[in-house]
C-alpha cells in the first residue's frame, strides 16, 4: 500500500469523507460529525504518534485488542512472552507507521487481520 492509501484508508476509519467530486480540491475530506474540511496532506497518521493513536482510540474494544496483538508481531516478532506487558511496551515504542499498520492489519484493511477481528 503507498502512503496515500495508507492515510486515505486511516482518513475513512477516522470517520471522514472524501469529497473528490470538486475538481479545484480533489483531495478535500469532510467530517460530518464536525462539518470540518481539510486536505489529504494535513492528515499526519503516518508521522504523529498523536494523530493515529487518536484513531486507535475511537475503534471497537476488539479491533483494539488485536492491535496489541499485531503490535508483539510488527515491533518485536515474538509473540510468546508476558502479552499483556509486551503490548503496552509495543504500544508505547511503536513508531507511527507501525501503529497504522497493525490499525490497517487489525481492520482486515491491510494483509490478514488477526482472527475474530472481523466486526
Known sequence: MKDKDIIETITRLDGWVHLPHLRERPDLWSHPDTNRHCLTKDFKFLTSRDAI????AKQPIPVQVNIGVLLREIVCRDTSCYPDLVTTIMMVLATPSQLCEALLRATGHLGT???GAEL
Not at 53 to 56: A, K
Open 113 to 115: 487481520a488477526v482472527p
Open 53 to 56: 493513536i487518536r484513531v486507535i
